[in-house]
Each structure stands twice: as structure tokens, then as C-alpha cells.
């Protein structure tokens, strides 16, 4: 068996439904998530200078995002920065990078920032727009994010040549509420917040996803949902986590169901990693 594949086979599924990696054909649309979506979509489509998204580690921030590039129109010019961090011009270059912009290695930050003006004012005479995302943008500093406001100023009129998208933990959000950051909150014209989810919500994230993957949606009895929701707090990365160890215990034990049994079983062999942060993060 290929190892992609462990238990799937045993509960009649073409895959596993539960990996830590984002995938979008497994995008559960719960309220929330489909209100953070219309956000982005609102925010591109408004011509909105800046968007913000931010959210719990692993609430499906990424997931969204990897949906709105796979939708994006032809006529847009995306370029996508993860995990951006340094100081005056290094951000610039991640910039230039994203966008596939050349640079030559003794450029200056004028020079950059003249080589980024004329890219966007070429991409605008082709009737294209661009967008800048950062993803984990809560690693940026302040000054980076300063850096990115001043981006902004080369939109002029009614004539947007560059749009901002900033996605990122719930730090990023205090970061852009700081009284020192107010020119720049004053631009983001589109923003929400990803909570946890709740437990019907849980539920039915689960089901979709077993689904998705071939099964029924009922591999997973109503008290060992429970279970799941608890142990996790609703965030759906520790969810994936926690039910993928579920169901290779059931799969170990042939059990064609997950039960309320399983779930504590996984969690007292102590091999679900995500309830120890979840601890450590209560007490610190």
C-alpha cells in the first residue's frame, strides 16, 4: 500500500481525508470561511488598497488563499510573499522577486523602488492590475509594514496600479490597530477575522471531509466528534491532526468506525503533538 493511502483503503477511500497540508478541494465552506472569502473577493474586486485577513494558526487562512488564486482572473498579476521578513529594501526585493522582476545585485533602494513603479505602470497600460499577497504577514515589523503603506502611494486618482492583501495570525491585527500604524489601518478597506470553530461546525467539517476523501461522512461516531472539537478547540489544522491519528487507530484495531474509545485512546498514548501547544499556550 502506498503510503499516501495507510488506512484508506479499509474505509473504502481513494485518499486520506485528513493531511496538515492545504488543499483546496477540501475547502469546508463554514459560514465563516465563506464570509472571509466574500471578503478577499470584495476587497480585489472594490479595488480595496489594502485587505486584511487574520486568524488562529491552522483556521484555514493559506486554504483560502491557495481558492482565491485558483479563481483569480487573467487579467490580474498576483505575486505571492510568504514569510517576508528584514528590513528597509530587503522588503522591496521580496517584492521585486514575487513579481519575477529582474534586479541586478548593486541596486540601490531607489533603483528597486523605480524598477517596481514601471513594472506596475507597464502592467496597467495592458489593462492588468496587480496584487501583493503576504501570507504570515504578522512576521513582518513595523517598518516593513510602514514599507508596504508607501507601496500604496503610487496608486493615484481613481487609477489603483498595486492592491495589498495581508494575511496573518491575530498578532498582524494588533500590529496594524497600533496608534503608530494609523496611516496605514486607514487603508485596509476590507478585513475579517477567523475564529475557531464550533462544534457543529466540527461536525460537519469532519463529514465533508470524509466524504470528499469516498466514505459516508459517518466514520466518526457524534461522541467522538465531540471529543475531537474538545481536544482541538475547533481549529481545523489540530483537527486534521487529531483524526488522522483517529482513524489509524481504528484502521489498527478494524474498527470500521471511530469512536469516543479511539479518540481517548489517541490521546492518552499522547501521539496527538497539537494538545501539548494547546496546554502550553493555556499556561503560559
Not at 10 to 31: I, N, V, Y
Not at 202 to 213: E, F, M, P, T, W
Not at 246 to 253: P, Q
Given at each position: 500500500?502506498a ?26 465552506w ?9 471578503v478577499l473577493d470584495?476587497?480585489?474586486?472594490s ?45 522591496l ?26 513594472f506596475?505602470?507597464?502592467?496597467y ?8 499577497i ?32 495581508l ?5 498582524l ?29 466540527i ?40 483524526c ?5 487507530y ?29 496546554t ?5
Amino acid at each position: 500500500m502506498a503510503p499516501k493511502e495507510l488506512y484508506a483503503g479499509f474505509f473504502g477511500m481513494t485518499e486520506r481525508p485528513f493531511t496538515l497540508l492545504p488543499d483546496p478541494s477540501f475547502l469546508f465552506w463554514s459560514p465563516q470561511h465563506k464570509r472571509a472569502f466574500s471578503v478577499l473577493d470584495y476587497g480585489i474586486l472594490s479595488h480595496a488598497p489594502i485587505t486584511l485577513i487574520t486568524g488562529e494558526i491552522g483556521s484555514g487562512k493559506t486554504t483560502l488563499l491557495r481558492e482565491l488564486l485558483n479563481r483569480i482572473d487573467e487579467d490580474v498579476t498576483v505575486g505571492l510573499v510568504s514569510n517576508a521578513q528584514g528590513g528597509r529594501g530587503e522588503l522591496l526585493q521580496w517584492v521585486l522577486n514575487a513579481l519575477s522582476v529582474p534586479m541586478g545585485p548593486g541596486d540601490t533602494y531607489v533603483q528597486l523602488f523605480q524598477k517596481l513603479q514601471e513594472f506596475l505602470v507597464t502592467e496597467y497600460a495592458a489593462g492588468r492590475r496587480v496584487i501583493l499577497i503576504f501570507d504570515e504577514a504578522q512576521n513582518l515589523s513595523i517598518e516593513g509594514l510602514e514599507e508596504l503603506r508607501l507601496l500604496t502611494n503610487i496608486n493615484s486618482g481613481q487609477d489603483e496600479l498595486i492592491q495589498l492583501i495581508l494575511v496573518g495570525q491575530p498578532e498582524l491585527r494588533d500590529m496594524v490597530l497600533h496608534p503608530n500604524m494609523r496611516q496605514l489601518a486607514q487603508r485596509v478597506a476590507a478585513s475579517f477575522h477567523l475564529n475557531a470553530m464550533d462544534e457543529e461546525a466540527i461536525a460537519g467539517y469532519i463529514s465533508h471531509r470524509l466524504r470528499k476523501a469516498g466514505g459516508n461522512g459517518e466514520e466518526f461516531t457524534p461522541e467522538a466528534v465531540r471529543m475531537v472539537h474538545k481536544a482541538t478547540r475547533g481549529v481545523p489544522r489540530l483537527v486534521n491532526q487529531l483524526c488522522d491519528f483517529c482513524m489509524l487507530y481504528a484502521w489498527s484495531s478494524e474498527s470500521p468506525v471511530v469512536t469516543d474509545k479511539i479518540v481517548t485512546s489517541v490521546l492518552d498514548d499522547n501521539v496527538f503533538f497539537g494538545a501539548n501547544a494547546l496546554t502550553e499556550e493555556t499556561t503560559a
